[in-house]
């Protein structure tokens, strides 16, 4: 396994002007992997929710996040995961992006044992749940309609490293009733933080 990623020019430039070259050098050296250990897989593996970071063509960045039982995301070698895509609000905005620019950023913590998260970093690419079944034979059918990927993310890993445990906060997993792939806006959080009902008022008064 070959380990050591040099980061970005950015990166780079900061760390001379803060004084943390030799720290990071360190870092690279001992935690970035260009592929994923087999804990890394595990980990991956009982996963039930990631943070996914695209952005498009000009740069223009996007975070959102994903969620299912554990082994949602598809572990289908050290050197490739892949994820759902579920039933959403139709937007697409991380797939768009993707279509755009490659590169992803996925970020998974365990919040609830372990308090660790692993970075993984790579390029994706977006395909149909009937090429999925061809690329991963043993994808087990959804036990919820809600659950049934209309795409699939398959990111090639560039890099994969930890994030440390030391801000994590705990917390506790509770059981809920998750309304998998409705359109029902009370289950989905309805006008939570009032965008629609401002959108309605500028244009009432704007007549």
């Not at 949602?72 to 490739?80: A, E």
């Not at 992006?97 to 977006?126: E, K, S, W």
Request: negative net charge; glycine residues 10%.
């Amino acid at each position: 396994m070959t380990f050591g990623y040099p980061g970005s020019a950015g990166e780079q430039v900061l760390q001379e002007q803060c004084g943390t070259t030799s720290r990071a050098g360190q870092f690279y050296d001992t935690q970035v992997a260009c592929r994923l250990t087999p804990i890394m897989r595990q980990f991956i593996s009982r996963m039930t929710m990631a943070f996914i970071a695209t952005s498009d063509a000009a740069g223009e960045c996007d975070c959102s996040f994903r969620a299912g039982p554990a082994g949602f995301i598809r572990v289908l070698d050290d050197r490739t995961i892949a994820y759902p895509e579920y039933r959403g609000n139709g937007v697409m905005a991380s797939l768009g992006n993707l279509l755009q620019n490659p590169h992803i950023g996925i970020l998974l913590i365990d919040f609830t044992d372990d308090l660790i998260g692993l970075h993984v970093n790579g390029d994706a690419l977006v395909v149909s749940p009937a090429e999925m079944s061809a690329i991963d034979p043993f994808l087990p059918e959804p036990d919820h309609h809600g659950r049934r990927a209309e795409h699939w993310v398959v990111t090639s890993v560039a890099e994969a490293y930890v994030h440390c445990s030391k801000h994590i906060p705990k917390m506790l997993p509770q059981s809920r009733i998750r309304h998998w792939g409705t359109d029902n806006p009370r289950h989905k959080g309805d006008d939570y933080f009032g965008v629609a009902g401002e959108l309605a008022a500028m244009t009432v008064g704007s007549r």
